[in-house]
């Protein structure tokens, strides 16, 4: 297919059908997806990618959070998370989820809190 | 694949960097994007979420003329806690009732910090109860303005009904190290918590 590398109008509605083709929600392993999860690139973009993949890649070298990450790239939520799917899928990103204070059967996280307690106090 | 709760091996890179969240509620005017704001080590940024408000059990054909967009903003900030470890802080909308339309957003925090302005309490009368709702930990800053007046934290908690285990503290929404200090209240509560939690086992 030799769909256009960029919509001629890139905006709005017509702009997020056009890069997620269609898609709307995210399914699969982007339901998980949080706004303080971080996205790590695992391989450099290739050529003939879709370009908000490589700009993902490029921008996640260093480990970025998915709110930062939309902000920066100027694309809601849901859109982003279609994306990203696709990459988590490909296997070209890893996501890390925030970590929560309970984790499920471990009980609290005493050593978690500690370290964010001395991390605020340096401040 | 899934990391949750896992120290990373020291991978390539910065193979190890986790994060934490914390969630700043409180309603309209109470000072939330001014404490993400003073409290942040980046420029405060914003990232949208388009919310259908549909039912999901809706028939596709069916429901799709039905369904009404709207765009929900979250004001957000970021600390390094350590070389490894980042908190970012999310404001929440304004209006609660997107809050649960946001699915999952106060999912995987650690907790939250309720703003309250003193001057008009009833405004945050609403996030208390979606906090309890959802069974988020929480402690109460009350964001002295300049023209509040001095109330007692105590009458204030017993107007706003806050149980005795919750901490209230008042801070200055403007400031740095003030509002560095709520977010220590607020781990020092989940600290508590934790305590309580671990002798009932």
Known sequence: MSAPRRSTNPSGLERYYVLTKGRSGPGGSASSLDVATLIVSRTTPVPGMQHEHEEILRRCRDPLSVAELGAHLGLPFNILAVLLTDLLEAGRVEARDPIPAHSAGRGPDLALLEEVLSGLQRL | ?201
């Open chain 2, 1 to 201: 694949m899934d990391f949750k709760g896992f120290d990373q091996p020291g991978g390539p890179g910065s193979g190890g960097t986790r994060s934490v969240k914390v969630m700043i509620a409180g309603g309209f005017g109470t000072g939330k994007t001014t404490m993400v704001r003073s409290v942040s080590d980046i420029k405060p940024l914003t990232t949208e979420e388009t919310l259908t408000q549909a039912s999901a059990a809706d028939d596709h054909l069916i429901g799709v003329a039905d369904k009404t967009e709207t765009t929900v903003s979250l004001d957000f900030g970021k600390i390094s806690l350590n070389e490894s470890l980042m908190l970012y802080l999310f404001g929440t909308p304004g209006q609660e009732r997107f809050w649960f339309l946001w699915n999952g957003l106060f999912k995987g925090a650690l907790g939250a910090i309720v703003l309250v302005d003193t001057r008009r309490l009833a405004s945050s009368f609403r996030a208390i109860e979606e906090m309890e709702r959802q069974n988020v930990p929480f402690v109460v800053a009350l964001n002295v303005f300049p023209d509040s007046k001095d109330y007692p934290v105590e009458e204030i908690r017993d107007a706003l009904d806050i149980p005795a285990n919750i901490p209230v503290v008042a801070c200055d929404a403007r400031d740095r190290a003030s509002s560095r200090d709520v977010l220590v209240a607020l781990i020092r509560h989940l600290k508590d918590r934790s305590a309580v939690a671990l002798e009932s086992r």
